[in-house]
């Protein structure tokens, strides 16, 4: 036991040299781990080698960021009456610009020239100047001047007798024969009658696009509705939704609710119509032509 005891103590027991070095040894080691944390170990001829390889790429960056600020988006031909905001936006317009364009639109009123867009936008005069030349307008407003010198080399010395025909029975050659209207806008007359089957109020003429008032007024003093047996009806109590919702007056909101009504309060009638959640009120005389209850 006791032997064991002394060899414990030989092993804990130390002179003063030893426990110095012991100390300094430690120390050391203190030492070796705070360089190692500390010390940036980084081989600086890899960071050279890096920072010269971008640097040699940097001619090529600034260059792509040239052509990205000088880059120019392909501008196609289009109607300005039919602006988006997201369109409205691409083109420079600023948001107020852009909303007195819809809200003139919402008037059911149009542009017909680039002096008229910017009267109504409040565009910069260097900004119509670079968006003007894409505008495309309906044939009848290019083709405006063209027809007024044609009209004007007209003889008035003689009275002609004006003939009002039936624009269901009216042809294309009969169509463009008014002042204003060309070979696109009675095609668009044609075929929205096709639609209809036929038209049973000339009122219909400020539905179709592309056709001012003058020429309106033009078309409702050369033309009557007078034939009106090959209109398409729909049964208003019998359709369904989809059926509904193919009627030319017809959205598919409107064919539901028309349906939702029809299910709540049993078969619709004409005085029910106003009753119906966003119905056209306004155009009731002439849907109800197409209607059977």
């Given at each position: 036991?006791?032997?064991?005891?002394?060899?414990?103590?030989?092993?804990?027991?130390?002179?003063?040299?030893?426990?110095?070095?012991?100390?300094?040894?430690?120390?050391?080691?203190?030492?070796?781990?705070?360089?190692?944390?500390?010390?940036?170990?980084?081989?600086?001829?890899?960071?050279?080698?890096?920072?010269?390889?971008?640097?040699?790429?940097?001619?090529?960056?600034?260059?792509?960021?040239?052509?990205?600020?000088?880059?120019?988006?392909?501008?196609?031909?289009?109607?300005?009456?039919?602006?988006?905001?997201?369109?409205?936006?691409?083109?420079?317009?600023?948001?107020?610009?852009?909303?007195?364009?819809?809200?003139?639109?919402?008037?059911?009123?149009?542009?017909?020239?680039?002096?008229?867009?910017?009267?109504?936008?409040?565009?910069?005069?260097?900004?119509?100047?670079?968006?003007?030349?894409?505008?495309?307008?309906?044939?009848?407003?290019?083709?405006?001047?063209?027809?007024?010198?044609?009209?004007?080399?007209?003889?008035?010395?003689?009275?002609?007798?004006?003939?009002?025909?039936?624009?269901?029975?009216?042809?294309?050659?009969?169509?463009?024969?008014?002042?204003?209207?060309?070979?696109?806008?009675?095609?668009?007359?044609?075929?929205?009658?096709?639609?209809?089957?036929?038209?049973?109020?000339?009122?219909?003429?400020?539905?179709?696009?592309?056709?001012?008032?003058?020429?309106?007024?033009?078309?409702?003093?050369?033309f009557v509705v007078k034939s009106t047996s090959n209109c398409k009806?729909?049964?208003?109590?019998?359709?369904?939704?989809?059926?509904?919702?193919?009627?030319?007056?017809?959205?598919?909101?409107?064919?539901?609710?028309?349906?939702?009504?029809?299910?709540?309060?049993?078969?619709?009638?004409i005085e029910d119509l106003p009753k119906i959640k966003g119905f056209?009120?306004?155009?009731?005389?002439?849907?109800?032509?197409?209607?059977?209850?």
């Open positions: 036991m006791e032997t064991n005891d002394s060899i414990v103590k030989s092993f804990l027991t130390y002179s003063k040299s030893q426990r110095i070095g012991i100390l300094l040894f430690f120390g050391i080691i203190i030492l070796v781990q705070g360089i190692y944390f500390f010390y940036d170990f980084t081989n600086k001829k890899t960071i050279d080698k890096e920072q010269s390889k971008w640097l040699a790429l940097q001619s090529t960056v600034d260059s792509l960021k040239l052509d990205n600020k000088n880059y120019k988006p392909t501008i196609y031909p289009f109607n300005p009456n039919f602006i988006t905001d997201f369109k409205g936006y691409k083109l420079g317009m600023s948001v107020e610009e852009i909303d007195r364009l819809l809200a003139y639109r919402k008037q059911n009123k149009f542009v017909n020239s680039a002096a008229e867009f910017q009267a109504v936008t409040k565009v910069s005069d260097s900004l119509l100047k670079a968006i003007s030349p894409y505008f495309k307008f309906p044939d009848w407003v290019k083709n405006k001047k063209s027809s007024f010198q044609t009209f004007a080399k007209k003889d008035f010395s003689k009275p002609s007798t004006i003939v009002v025909l039936d624009i269901n029975q009216a042809t294309k050659e009969d169509l463009m024969k008014i002042y204003g209207i060309g070979d696109k806008i009675s095609d668009r007359i044609l075929e929205q009658k096709e639609k209809y089957g036929a038209f049973v109020s000339m009122e219909q003429m400020d539905d179709i696009w592309g056709l001012s008032p003058e020429v309106i007024e033009k078309l409702k003093g050369s009806k729909i049964n208003i109590n019998n359709a369904t939704v989809k059926e509904l919702a193919q009627f030319p007056f017809f959205r598919y909101q409107l064919a539901k609710d028309i349906v939702i009504y029809r299910t709540m309060n049993g078969d619709i009638t056209p009120s306004e155009k009731i005389k002439i849907i109800a032509v197409y209607l059977e209850f």
